[in-house]
Antibody, heavy 124, light 106 residues
């Protein structure tokens, strides 16, 4: 079955760079159409889509955060890494990674399996 | 594309019929998903393509709509349905979410 798990620091200081790793099993990021995305949720607030990387290394970013985000994959390790630079207290949130199924075109970009999430607090 | 959900919260009783609305700022065909999130848990995909129920999701959940207006309906609210519900547009990047609708016990 498909599982995903996020890992990384629970506390970062303002201006630092956050690096989060999503380790997954039950699928391969070499399978045509598959993607892994990152979503975050500040405490008590709504979900925010951040980025998504596809099997063919196509990468998509939230325009509002694009200058700060980098998403990469390591297919040999079954991992996807998200880095976010210049962290600020407003970036305090639970960060989730999720699987996007091997489909194509608009309508197929939904997230059918999610990790448990990891809470990242930004504070000095 | 902005998604506006209404209401932002509602109180309902077990057995009630509940309808949540999601309005897109521009037409998105039927490219919409619905998720359920319980406190402290990750979101769970309920519906894709506006009306396609995911495997294992109870049939009391249904989705409808196309273009800019969509609804999620729970035909008979059960205790385990008290949660926050989010819509997400799947038409174009960025794949935005709505602001959420919290369904609380009356």
């Amino acid at each position: 079955q498909i599982t995903l798990k996020e890992s990384g620091p629970t506390l970062v200081k303002p201006t630092q760079t956050l690096t989060l790793t999503c380790t997954f099993s039950g699928f391969s990021l070499t399978t045509s159409g598959v993607g892994v995305g990152w979503i975050r949720q500040p405490p008590g607030k709504a979900l925010e889509w951040l980025a998504l990387i596809y099997w063919n290394d196509d990468k998509r970013y939230s325009p509002s955060l694009k200058s700060r985000l980098t998403i990469t994959k390591d297919t040999s390790k079954n991992q996807v890494v998200l880095t976010m630079t210049n962290m600020d207290p407003v970036d305090t949130a639970t960060y989730y990674c999720a699987h996007s199924p091997p489909l194509y075109g608009p309508g197929s970009y939904y997230l059918d399996y999610w990790g448990q999430g990891t809470l990242v607090t930004v504070s000095s | 594309i902005q998604l506006t959900q209404s209401p932002s919260s509602l109180s309902a009783s077990v057995g009630d019929r509940v309808t949540i609305t999601c309005r897109a700022s521009q037409g998105i065909s039927s490219y919409l998903a619905w998720y359920q999130q319980k406190p402290g848990k990750a979101p769970k995909l309920l519906i894709s393509a506006a009306s396609t129920l995911q495997s294992g999701v109870p049939s009391r959940f249904s989705g409808s709509g196309s273009g800019t207006d969509f609804t999620l309906t729970i035909s008979s609210l059960q205790p385990e349905d008290f949660a926050t519900y989010y819509c997400q547009q799947l038409n174009s990047y960025p794949l935005t979410f709505g602001g959420g609708t919290k369904v609380e016990i009356k």
